[in-house]
């Protein structure tokens, strides 16, 4: 069966300090992955989608990027977070069917 | 560019009443349309999706959608909701050549024993 792993759980940085969250599935070959924003009040925001190794696609301009290296592997990175880079950040996959989400990380930037 | 509308933020029901949380999405293709529901605590979770044929779709704990094409709508109905059904309700719509999935802002419902 199908799993996917987010980690950290929950992360507190500081202003300007770098990021990565890592996100790996395991059980599918190729999967279209996603990184998802959830903000209060605000839903769900997509950030970045691949639909392979090496391919990117941003959703939104922001301070935040991501990198596929691996067919299962997807992590969002930034260079220095910002205090309006806090909140809740999932990573989903799909394989042309409906999205299967991690845990989901807990971000604040103080 | 696409996007997904869901009309009320927060919803506050009684036990027994019934629901219609709406869904407007803006694209002018084919898509596939999706329910799902975040629960206190928990992590999101599929309710319902509809990709083709019957437009009245039947999910998980007796919810339902319908899908009308010419309004682009796919609103969420339950008739009698229950104080377990109290979540937050994403709408999500997928054109299936983009492989995105764009999602509503939520809605919030709270359901008062």
């Known amino acids: 069966s199908q799993t996917i792993h987010q980690w950290p759980a929950t992360l507190v940085q500081p202003v300007g300090s770098p990021l990565s969250l890592e996100c790996t599935v395991e059980?599918?070959?190729?999967?279209?992955l996603y990184w998802y924003r959830q903000a209060a009040g605000r839903g769900l925001q997509l950030l970045f989608y691949?639909?392979?190794?090496?391919?990117i696609s941003s959703e939104v301009p922001q301070n935040l990027s991501a990198s596929r290296p691996q067919d299962r592997q997807f992590i969002l990175s930034s260079k220095k977070l910002l205090l309006s880079d806090s909140g809740f950040y999932l990573c989903?996959?799909?394989?042309?069917?409906?999205?299967?989400f991690g845990n989901g990380t807990r971000l604040t930037v103080t | 560019a696409q996007s997904v509308s869901q009309h009320n933020h927060h919803v506050i029901l009684s036990e027994a009443a019934s629901l219609e949380l709406g869904c407007n999405y803006s694209?002018?293709?084919?898509?596939?349309l999706f329910w799902y529901v975040q629960y206190p605590g928990q992590h999101l979770q599929l309710l319902l999706k509809?990709?083709?044929?019957?437009?009245l779709v039947k999910g998980i704990k007796g919810f339902e959608a319908e899908f009308i094409k010419s309004k682009f709508s796919f609103n969420l109905r339950k008739p009698s909701v229950q104080w377990s059904d109290t979540a937050e309700y994403f709408c999500?719509?997928?054109?299936?050549?983009?492989?995105?999935?764009?999602f509503g802002q939520g809605t919030t419902l709270q359901v008062k024993p």
């Open positions: 694209y002018g293709g084919t898509v596939n």
């Open positions: 509809y990709f083709s044929g019957d437009p």
């Open positions: 059980g599918t070959s190729n999967p279209n």
């Open positions: 691949s639909v392979g190794i090496g391919q």
């Open positions: 989903a996959w799909s394989n042309n069917s409906p999205l299967h």
């Open positions: 999500a719509v997928s054109p299936p050549e983009t492989g995105k999935l764009i």
